[in-house]
């Protein structure tokens, strides 16, 4: 809950925090308290992103609650407000993310808006003018297969400053960024269609050499707001811009798109496509192309959407776009998912030669079985198991049957050959965080640093809004002992929608450690937001800490404490908050001590089979001797890394063997 505060007023509508009352016209809206506790937490930070676990963890204090608790919450408090979510207001929908609380704005000014570019004719255009951890703990996004290649990201670069407009333009290869497709339909219910068009143009595009193509996650991100083309180049670091919109009448399909300078918003290029549905996937192709010959690139995309193991089925793509709608519109509950396992079934059985289709079919299995529990989703969780290995067998050369592939030989112990395979994936596609993370996972858990860091800054530049990146890549600095590089990231992401809750994580224990230049002030200031954002913080450990910052040894007493009092501490859950604190103020036996607690609560580390994410705990303690204690040194061994550094010859970042049977890390 935020502090205590004056009431909030816009329109007929008044939120009274302190007297947890929402009037609007006069009348008092009936809220129950947890609504209202939702609503006091967004609106209390008007234009902030709050991701839907960061909503679960401030008003129900854990994250054991379906989605669908979280989604009726938000239906009453749209319709206690007057609004609906397909024409929200102040409260919206981060498709793929949580939800957002927006006080009314003026009217924007006409010609300047993102909406304008996406009309159906040039002639609406502006006239010319003159002339961007990985620990556990921070675990953000799952990923989502979709057509046409590319992935999704469900909840979901470093956004170190792009090049300016004018800057890109003189650059070897030009930059566009894709911009979503307006839904001119009649009953405007044609958004799902009109999105999977504008982004799987942007995959096609993005398969060419020669032009650099900002992902779905930062082109998206502009989507009603009323930001000016211009602005918007300069935010991407882009110089064009594609815009378009589709209008659907039963079979008939009309596709208009522009191709805009960045700089100053003038015409490179117009075209209306009419055609038959059917001919979709022509469409797409063709915008492709003229789009690349208007920027003078090669592009080759005859084979785009066999190669990647999509479908040229008009009734499936559609249940596609259909499955991926619901995604990006946040309807994770139960309800949905049983609606996108029933499309995904569709979808298979009209296409069985669909690779992502499959991939999909097991991802919806999965996500029911999760709702309804470990027993009723047993099945289902059996049979999206036997989806993937027939996804293994059947495309073993996709992109998705290789990482498939790579985590049952990872699963297996044979960590060599699923790098390897992973590495391939990363090969033979774009720089995406879909292609990437599990060939980045793998490394980072095996030590590869710095070689973790290169990646995730190649993504940067195909995602540079996307704040869950630079989170990572801040990690990624941390533990490769680069501070001033993660602090100017810290710095640089503030500006971003999201979560916060990571960087802040972070940017505490780097003060702490004497690695950050600010007031004591704002070290308690950060302690406050961690609490307000994250329930793993709710113990009293981290409570009684906030009394005590000045003074290292009653902190490392409360280590102490927490190590063999887990209702104080908060349990294995919570132990790498004491490894990262112990490790900040220099006490590797603590450290150590509490990195092993941590491994331990993990499924496989007592036969070193871990999934690839937990290994991270190894390498996100980069402030003390915590390396070269010899309990790490045993960690090591115990986890199997060693076994692949000596089967490799490939050390990690500050190790080395000494003599045949020992080896040494700093």
């Not at 609380?101 to 006409?110: E, K, S, T």
């Not at 504008?198 to 998206?220: K, P, Y």
């Not at 195909?462 to 710095?491: G, H, I, K, N, V």
């Not at 802040?504 to 004591?520: C, E, I, K, V």
Request: charged residues 25%; proline residues 5%; aromatic residues 8%.
């Amino acid at each position: 809950m935020p502090p205590a505060q004056g009431p909030l007023v816009f329109d007929d509508v008044v939120i009274d925090f302190d007297g947890r009352r929402l009037s609007r016209g006069g009348c008092e809206q009936a809220l129950e308290p947890k609504a209202f506790a939702v609503l006091a937490l967004l609106a209390a930070s008007p234009g902030r992103v709050f991701t839907r676990d960061e909503i679960l963890d401030a008003v129900w204090g854990h994250r054991h609650v379906t989605q669908s608790v979280l989604n009726r919450i938000m239906s009453l408090l749209r319709q206690a407000l007057g609004e609906d979510a397909q024409h929200a207001r102040v409260l919206h929908t981060v498709y793929g993310v949580g939800y957002r609380f927006d006080l009314p704005a003026p009217a924007p000014v006409a010609g300047t808006a993102v909406p304008d570019v996406t009309a159906a004719t040039a002639a609406d255009l502006p006239p010319p003018r003159r002339r961007k951890a990985w620990p556990v703990a921070a675990a953000i996004a799952g990923l989502l297969a979709v057509a046409g290649g590319a992935w999704l990201l469900v909840e979901g670069a470093r956004p170190g400053p792009p090049p300016p407009a004018g800057a890109a333009a003189g650059a070897a290869a030009p930059s566009l960024a894709v911009l979503p497709f307006a839904d001119l339909s009649r009953a405007r219910d044609q958004e799902y269609l009109a999105d999977g068009l504008a982004e799987d143009i942007l995959n096609q595009l993005a398969q060419s050499q020669s032009l650099r193509v900002v992902g779905r996650t930062s082109s998206f991100s502009f989507r009603g707001r009323n930001e000016d083309l211009r602005s918007i180049g300069r935010q991407l670091g882009v110089d064009h811009l594609l815009a378009g919109s589709v209008r659907r009448d039963r079979d008939q399909l009309r596709v208009t798109a522009q191709l805009v300078r960045a700089d100053d918003g003038t015409h490179l290029w117009s075209k209306t496509y009419a055609r038959e549905l059917r001919d979709v996937f022509a469409v797409q192709e063709e915008i492709a192309r003229d789009v690349a010959q208007a920027l003078s690139v090669k592009l080759d995309v005859a084979r785009f959407n066999r190669e990647q193991g999509g479908t040229t089925s008009v009734d499936a793509y559609d249940r596609l776009l259909r499955w991926r709608s619901i995604v990006m519109r946040g309807q994770l509950d139960l309800e949905h998912d049983r609606e996108r396992l029933q499309l995904a079934r569709e979808m298979v059985a009209l296409d069985p030669q669909c690779v992502l289709c499959r991939d999909l079919l097991a991802r919806s299995l999965d996500s029911v079985a999760r709702e309804l529990g470990a027993v009723a989703g047993g099945p289902l969780r059996a049979e999206a198991r036997q989806v993937r290995a027939e996804i293994a067998r059947v495309a073993p050369d996709s992109w998705v049957g290789r990482l498939i592939r790579a985590d049952m030989m990872w699963r297996g112990g044979d960590r060599a050959g699923a790098i390897d395979l992973a590495r391939q994936v990363v090969d033979s596609g774009p720089p995406t965080k879909e292609r990437v993370w599990d060939y980045a996972f793998m490394i980072y858990a095996m030590g590869h640093l710095e070689e973790a860091t290169a990646l995730v800054e190649r993504v940067r530049a195909f995602e540079p809004m996307a704040l869950y990146l630079s989170r990572d890549l801040q990690y990624d600095y941390t533990a490769a002992r680069r501070f001033d590089d993660a602090e100017a990231e810290y710095r640089r992401a503030r500006v971003l929608d999201g979560s916060q809750l990571s960087p802040d994580y972070l940017a505490f224990f780097r003060q702490l450690a004497g690695r950050r230049a600010a007031a004591p002030e704002e070290l308690r200031e950060l302690h406050a937001r961690l609490l307000r954002q994250g329930r793993e913080f709710d113990t009293p450990f981290f409570h009684e800490l906030g009394t005590v910052l000045d003074d290292r040894g009653a902190m490392l007493a409360l280590v102490r404490r927490a190590l063999v009092d887990d209702a104080y501490g908060g349990g294995t859950g919570a132990a790498y908050v004491w490894t990262n604190l112990a490790d900040a103020l220099g006490d590797a036996d603590l450290a150590v001590a509490a990195m092993r607690r941590d491994l331990s609560g993990w499924e496989g580390f007592d036969r070193g089979a871990m999934a690839p994410p937990p290994y991270v705990a190894l390498w996100n303690a980069p402030y003390s001797k915590v390396r070269a204690h010899p309990e790490f040194k045993r960690l090591l061994v115990e986890t199997g890394v060693v076994d692949y550094w000596r089967q490799t010859g490939k050390w990690g970042d500050g190790c080395a063997p000494v003599g045949e049977d020992d080896f040494q890390c700093r």
